[in-house]
């Protein structure tokens, strides 16, 4: 067979899409991944659970990401290639292949950026709220990282082609859900700050004071907004301010 009439084959003409598509992928996968670390990606997810499974997988989010690059690559070389080759000759179904694939790529990424930005808002929100010493705040940070999951899992669905009316239906659900936690969750935090104010303006007690709340006795060794430490022996209490108002308070005197 002539070369000429050889190189004007299509399976040959497939068969040559696919491997630019595998060295135009391998390139673009290793351009992204420079790109990434020139952009501090590493740092900015360092100790998030998602960088932590990648590790333990043996990869990391950078790698994920610049794979992802890669795999769109592949997957529109080899669809090309097959559409080159007549394998599947239905102009139909791949019109709607080749519209739905770049969607589906970008819900994905949409996703896998979502779940980094969600453990690294829990980190931050948890590194922020950690002098405050009230178990009811201990519910925010995942608040925060749920609700950064399901806007990247809206917009994902978005991109695919969810019905609009299905993600509002979803969204309004998803809110008066929040509400009601936020609500049953803050109870207690906003009694407690209010009594926290109560007591640093009016100081029944201070700090060196023994005193005893409920079942609870010691030395106050601190009193702030949220919170008042006792210490009796060798035992810390983390006593919540409205347990001290629910409770009342005993002062122990010589």
Known sequence: MDLQVLAGEPIVIALAVVLLGLIVGFIVGRINAELLRAAGVPGAVEGTPFERTAQSLGTSTVKIIARLSSWFIYGIAVLTAIHIADLLPTE?????????VPQLFVAILVVLVGFIAADK???VVSEY???VKLPDVSVIPKIVKYSVLYVAFLIALAQIGVHVLALLILLTVYATGLVLIGAFAFKDFLVSSAVGIYL???QP???GDE???GDRAGIVQEVDLFVTKIESDSREYIIPNRVVFEDGIVRIRD
């Open 129 to 131: 709220l950690r002098g």
């Open 205 to 207: 007690y201070g700090i």
């Open 92 to 100: 139909a179904f791949w019109q709607t292949i080749m519209t739905f």
């Open 121 to 123: 808002a829990e980190l």
């Open 211 to 213: 005193i005893e709340v």
């Open 200 to 202: 640093l303006l009016n």
